[in-house]
């Protein structure tokens, strides 16, 4: 059984900074993509930011240069460092996990429980 736990969020003022942090609990083999999501009222899930195993990097025109998603390997572990932040990114923002439970297996997703960033303006 895998698990993402979901930390970090909350309320900030536009042009503020808040982080948030995403560790994969579990028998995991192997993790192919890590990455964050975000859902705002009355819109489609859209993706934010994706770490790919072997280092790249793909941001949401809307967040480059403001946003910053990292990974520590030992931990299981994503960060979305978030910086500038407008009153448009406000929305739920979950992370997700492809992964391997062993060599054989196939990559399923996994998704966190999600957390609310609320940015006042």
């Known amino acids: 059984q895998v698990q993402l736990v979901e930390s970090g969020g909350g309320l900030v003022q536009a042009g503020g900074s808040l982080s948030l942090s995403c560790a994969a609990s579990g028998s995991i083999f192997s993790i192919t993509t890590m990455g964050w999501y975000r859902q705002a009222p009355g819109k489609q899930r859209e993706l934010v930011a994706n770490?790919?195993?072997?280092?790249?990097?793909n941001y949401a025109d809307s967040v480059k240069g403001r946003f910053t998603i990292s990974r520590d390997n030992a931990k299981n572990t994503v960060y979305l460092q978030m910086n500038s932040l407008k009153p448009e990114d406000t929305a739920v923002y979950y992370c997700?996990?492809?992964?391997?439970?062993?060599?054989?297996?196939?990559?399923?997703?996994?998704w966190g429980q999600g957390t609310q960033v609320t940015v006042s303006s």
């Open positions: 770490l790919i195993t072997g280092g790249s990097k």
């Open positions: 997700n996990f492809n992964l391997r439970l062993s060599k054989s297996a196939n990559s399923l997703g996994y």
